[in-house]
């Protein structure tokens, strides 16, 4: 069984365009994040968030929004994308935002703007 | 600056040959390291985490050594299989309630037969 799942793998879209990835785990975590891999292969965090708290990177954009309709979702929405957004975005997922707690990523998402 | 870089930025092995992956890395305060393994068009999974007092952990073929003095960690991959083919990210977590992973741009590790 996969245990974080994201969709779509691949979108293509516009300029301007406003869009959004779902990301969904079946291991019981408290704790969703989102990252952000570019060209250049460096992740790096974007959202963190459990029931109690949303913690931002402060470098995103607010045309990038984190919505969770319950503890086992967080989707990524996107408005007025820009060809900068290009890159993988990863959803991962851990029990807790505690120290050695275990992230387990999905598959990605790859998002290229036109 | 907190960072953590990685080297060889690539490198291919014979199957069955050993090799050694090193991160260094600045990040301060540090929490704990983490070796990723990534997979073609895959998220990462975790090898291993290793804390302050930790100097060596094990994973099957994969061993990960730590030296919080230097600020250095070396990933061996002993016996490589051609499925150990992947990219390899060093991460390290920042202590503190927001607890920041610090990653690497990763070593690309190609294992031919």
């Known amino acids: 069984d996969t245990a974080v799942s994201q969709t779509p793998k691949y979108l293509v879209t516009q300029m301007g365009n406003d869009k959004s990835i779902k990301c969904e785990q079946n291991?019981?975590?408290?704790?969703m994040y989102w990252y952000k891999q570019d060209s250049k292969k460096f992740l790096k965090i974007m959202f963190s968030?459990?029931?109690?708290?949303?913690?931002i990177n402060e470098t995103v954009p607010n045309r990038f929004s984190p919505k969770s309709p319950d503890k086992a979702h967080l989707n990524l929405h996107i408005n007025s994308l820009e060809l900068g957004d290009s890159a993988v975005y990863f959803c991962?997922?851990?029990?807790?935002?505690?120290?050695?707690?275990?992230?387990?990523f999905g598959p990605g998402t790859r998002l290229t703007v036109t | 600056k907190n960072q953590v870089e990685q080297s060889p930025q690539s490198l291919i092995i014979l199957e069955g040959k050993n090799c050694t992956l090193q991160?260094?890395?600045?990040?301060?305060?540090?929490?704990?390291l983490r070796w990723y393994k990534q997979d073609t068009g895959r998220g990462p999974v975790s090898l291993t985490i290793?804390?302050?007092?930790?100097n060596t952990k094990s994973n099957g073929r994969y061993t990960a050594t730590l030296d919080a003095d230097t600020k250095q960690s070396s990933l061996h991959i002993t016996a490589s299989q051609l499925s150990d083919s992947a990219s390899y990210i060093c991460?390290?977590?920042?202590?503190?309630?927001?607890?920041?992973?610090?990653f690497g741009k990763g070593t690309k590790l190609s294992v031919k037969p």
């Open positions: 991460v390290v977590r920042m202590r503190g309630s927001q607890g920041n992973l610090i």
């Open positions: 968030y459990n029931n109690k708290e949303l913690i």
């Open positions: 991962a997922s851990s029990q807790d935002r505690v120290a050695y707690d275990e992230q387990y």
């Open positions: 991160c260094n890395y600045t990040v301060s305060p540090f929490s704990n």
């Open positions: 291991l019981g975590h408290d704790t």
């Open positions: 290793m804390t302050f007092s930790e």
